[in-house]
């Protein structure tokens, strides 16, 4: 187990430094730089001005130099200044993590409280009404796109209540931040919750069809029992793993949600920041939802030791 | 006696009648307004969109500004800022202003003759100002006449011209010209400016917010009313809209309400006051006279002849745009050509169908008809107010064997695209931030200007726009701007589409609020503003 745990770690700085090659050189094959950007936002058109602002961000340096500049000022914390507002990139980025962290955590939640109950509730109930309902009800969730069901809730918002939740300053305390990430966190959850509930669905039938359930049966064990202690739990592992992807690809669904409930974290700041071709911002930021991702494969890989005690890692 | 007491009854009712709406305005709260975007810095002198001007130009003083109380920006409505007076020299080529006196910067430091000085040396192109207090200059060409500033002692300043410059005092009324204090680096004029002006910034977080509050050393006493102004980033319409519904919002970004979606918000919120004015920003056609097929002069007549502007206002805002060429027309814009001279123009004469005959003519003479489409990219930003005229574009220019295909380009690399001249046809937008033919012509149409971004170059037309710039007389005047804006329509320098119109809208309880109709760029101080409350 020790072997195998240095050999992922090994996997993943490996992994993390393709990662931020990769992402450096396909940032500056997108056509434009900060110094276009900048000089053409004012309408003006003039090459010396351009070439004037590359030269004082370091632009004009070889391709390599700035590679190397940016690994090792990530490697002793420092991640540059942003281009935009000329602050530290750590003082732009670092408010913003807690913001999207937050809305992440309560949708993977919501996801999970509401697809993991429903799934194996179709499952048990097959070809029954609830199983039809909540069959439709997933099939909503992939369907649905974020940023219309986002203005849906918006709009019956200010139907039903009055008003919207509007992020306005950084909210203090649990109820304060159900008060103004609920919502948005269950338009962000519900795709991933349709994802979850289909999936344990056909997960727990198959599960259900094994001989040992049968076994639990004829042993007098009761549904529940049967159900949650020994289906759901051998059902789980398929489910755990989407539940990690969804995890770490959820910056997906925060970009439109955090748009349209206008709240300001870290998924709506990285598109701005392309769009400025903020490159400080942006690299800092995907080699942090890089680490993320590869992060999350790695809990997922050692939640299956936790979940199913066959599974065993060799060294 | 009894004459002299009518009078004081009379003069102490005046004055009762003058005084009582200013009795009645309230001191206090603040307001909340949504923004459309994330403004590119908080200089306004560095950028060249409304994003900027709106939320800070409330942060700053100029020497004179356009009246406040006034709907219309005009050379005749011009009132003291930071100067208390001023005065023109006999030749016109010296304007001298007496400065305030007691003025303090936000930071508490004094304002001085100093700071106009190196304001304006730096955007009339001195290096060393400029690279102390400006990083960009999109707007140097406004100040091309500017030979020098000189003071005399702290309250007094004197802008030397190289020939006289009626428009030069307007030129310093608006918006986009506030004074900036000399000892405080670039860099913190695009974060947390630092100016003169009834507001103070308080945190200008990126896509979020920011949050200006009053300024109790306001040389202006009483003023201004609100507390504070904060304004919240929403880059979503939809958003932004629904948050002024449900009274997140006191009011709307500029122009945010288009006229079908104004019923929305009547229908939601009846209380609102909505106001629809010209923003004097236009739509145009740019095309590249440079390269194939354009640079054949008869078929830029043909393309010319071929739009319809009404069917453009008709489909974009239900008819509310205004039709006319470069300069905004009247009554709303000073300058543009009137009605009479207008309906000569191609595009706005009532007979489309005779200008496309006449257009489709002369294309059936250089070889195209049904069977032999002329193929051409119609190149616009990827934004619905842009791509939307240039489809209607594309629709119309059909009519006369033109086959154009629209080309959505990144607004990143639009500049870039139209200034190495790598387009056929663009759709455009122009915003003016002056309704004065100086502002307008130098900027998007005199050879040397660094905002000409499509190099138009026409000697003639640099001559007029010189000879306009000194016309003391303003009917004089007014007839050599039209004869440019004739002069740029037969040329096809920029084919304006429309001047477009649209809405603002704020809660009933904002009291104090005057929407200037000639350019979106003025009149934002909100230091008259206040809430009813």
Known sequence: MGGYLVRRFLLMVLTLFGMSVLIFVMLRMVPG?????????????????????????????????????????????????AYVSERPALDEIAPRIPISAKLAGMAILFAVMLGVPFGVASAV???????????????????????????????????????????????????????????????????????????????????????YVRTARSKGASNASVNYDHALRNALLPVVTVIGIEAAFLVGGLIVTETVFNIPGVARFLVEAILWRDYPIVQNLVMLIAIVVVSMNFLVDMAYVALDPRVKFAD | MRKRLAFLAATAAAIFVVAAPALAQKQGGTL???????????SIHEESTISVVQPFMA????????????????????????????????????????????????????FTSADVKCTFDALSGDEESKSQIIRKNPRKVWYIHLKEVTTKGDDEVTFHLDKPQPSFLSILAGGYSPVYACHVPDRTMRSKPIGTGPFKVVDFKRNESIKLVKNPDYWK????????????????????????????????????????????????????????????????????????PFDNPQIRKAMVLAIDNKAFNQI???????????????????????????????????????????????????????????????????IAIYRDPAVILIDQLKKIYIEGELEPIDTTIWYGK?????????????????????????????????RNYTGYKNPEIDALINQQSAELDIEKRKKIVWEIEKKLVDDAARPVIGHNVANTCWDAKVKGLVLQVNSIYNGWRFEDVWLDK
């Open chain 2, 32 to 42: 909340r307004i949504s923004h459309r975007d994330n403004p590119p810095s908080a």
């Open chain 1, 125 to 211: 109930r097959q070809n029954t009404w609830l199983d039809y309902l909540l069959r439709v009800l997933s099939l909503s969730g992939l369907s649905f796109p974020s940023f219309w069901l986002g203005l849906l809730v918006l709009m019956a918002a200010v139907q039903w209540f009055g008003q919207i939740p509007i992020y306005d300053s950084e909210p203090h305390g649990f109820l304060e931040d159900v008060r103004l990430l609920a919502l948005p966190a269950m338009v962000v959850g519900f795709r991933s919750s349709a994802l979850i509930m289909r999936l344990t669905r056909s997960s727990m039938l198959e599960v259900l069809r094994q001989d």
């Open chain 1, 33 to 81: 730089n900060i110094a276009d950007i900048l000089v053409d936002a004012a309408g003006i058109v003039d090459p010396k001005e351009k070439a004037r602002i590359a030269h004082d961000l370091g632009l004009d340096q070889p391709i390599l130099v700035q590679y190397g500049q940016w690994i090792t000022g990530l490697a002793h914390g420092d991640l540059g200044y």
């Open chain 2, 418 to 450: 139209i200034s190495r001249k790598d387009y056929q046809v663009g759709m455009n937008l122009t915003g003016v931030g002056i309704d004065d033919p100086d502002v307008n012509f130098y900027e998007n149409f005199y050879s040397t200007s660094s």
């Open chain 2, 221 to 292: 006493k009483g003023r201004p009313y609100l507390d504070a102004i904060d304004w919240k980033i929403v880059p979503n319409r939809s958003t932004r809209l629904l948050g002024f519904q449900s009274g997140e919002f006191d009011m709307t970004f500029d122009s945010d309400v288009t006229f079908p979606l104004l019923k929305d918000i009547k229908a939601q919120k009846a209380d609102a006051v909505c106001e629809g004015r010209p923003t004097n920003v236009n739509s145009n056609i740019l095309i590249n006279r440079d390269a194939p």
């Open chain 2, 316 to 382: 974009l805002s239900e008819g509310h745009d205004l039709e006319g060429e470069s300069m905004l027309p009247p009554p709303a814009g000073v300058w543009g050509m009137p009605k009479e001279m207008l309906e000569t123009m191609p595009g706005h004469s009532g007979d489309v169908e005779k200008s496309r005959a006449e257009a489709a003519k002369i294309m059936e003479g250089l070889g195209y008809g049904p069977n032999k489409m002329l193929k051409i990219k119609v190149a616009t930003r990827n």
């Open chain 2, 59 to 110: 942060v700053f003083n100029n020497l004179v500004v356009f009246d406040p109380k006034e709907k219309v920006n005009s050379p005749d409505h011009i009132v003291p800022d930071l100067a208390e007076s001023w005065a023109w020299n006999d030749a016109k080529t010296e304007l001298t202003f007496k400065l305030r006196h007691g003025v303090k910067w936000h930071d508490g430091k004094p």
